[in-house]
């Protein structure tokens, strides 16, 4: 099981839709969670972290938490083709330091 | 205010050759971490340094080795180059306890292994 699991898509939705992205991770005791978003070919910008359970909202983004489930997620009302990127969940595993482990990414496609 | 950057963008090494890059951190960032990320995969966690000492390290091998130095620039070194080291080498940087706020990332360096 890898520790922190994204479906690599693509996820295609049409513009103005919301994109739902998921991510699972396997250590229960992990405390902040982030979602960055990577166009490609640049690198990683950090758009949403989150540390408990519920939901947070910034702008058109909304990152939910469930440590029970071990289930973070995000969500982008409003999906615009400039949302087309990948967007890479990122986990600070229990015990861990101060390294953060990265799932694979979900590609997300906002059609016009 | 800077950001992260990282130095070159783009290098070309034959396989068994050595390559150094460059990352200053962000004004006011301490800690460095690098990262390797292959062509469609996830960031990978190489090591990371603070207060010029390695505090953090992957699963990377030996080959892999870092520096950092007292303005906190650092550098990540690779001897040996194999054609699987190709990739997106991250530099990111953060303070010491605040690796729960998120790293910012310098723009990277393209390697590729021929």
């Known amino acids: 099981q890898k520790e922190v699991e994204q479906n690599s898509g693509p996820l295609s939705v049409p513009e103005g839709a919301i994109a739902s992205l998921n991510c699972t991770y396997s250590?229960?005791?992990?405390?902040?969670f982030f979602w960055y978003r990577q166009y490609s070919g640049k690198s990683p910008e950090l758009i949403m972290s989150?540390?408990?359970?519920g939901d947070k909202e910034d702008g058109r983004f909304t990152a939910q938490l469930n440590k029970a489930s071990q289930y973070v997620s995000l969500l982008i009302r409003d999906s615009q083709p400039s949302d087309s990127a990948t967007y890479l969940c990122?986990?600070?595993?229990?015990?861990?330091?101060?390294?953060?482990?990265f799932g694979g990414g979900t590609r997300l496609m906002v059609k016009p | 205010d800077a950001g992260v950057t990282q130095s070159p963008t783009h290098l070309i090494k034959t396989r068994g050759q050595q390559v150094t890059l460059r990352c200053s951190p962000k004004?006011?960032?301490?800690?460095v971490s690098w990262y390797q990320q292959a062509l469609g995969q996830g960031p990978q966690f190489i090591f990371q340094?603070?207060?010029?000492?390695?505090?953090q390290r992957g699963n990377f091998p030996d080959r892999f080795s870092g520096h950092q130095f007292p303005n906190y620039s650092s550098e990540l070194n690779v001897n040996a180059l194999l054609l699987g080291d190709s990739a997106l080498y991250l530099c990111?940087?953060?303070?010491?306890?605040?690796?729960?706020?998120?790293?910012?990332f310098g723009s990277g360096t393209r390697l590729t292994v021929v």
């Open positions: 990111a940087s953060s303070f010491p306890t605040q690796a729960n706020y998120g790293y910012t």
């Open positions: 250590d229960r005791g992990s405390q902040s």
């Open positions: 989150i540390y408990s359970n």
């Open positions: 990122a986990v600070n595993r229990d015990n861990a330091g101060n390294m953060l482990t």
């Open positions: 004004s006011g960032h301490d800690t």
């Open positions: 340094y603070y207060e010029e000492e390695e505090r």
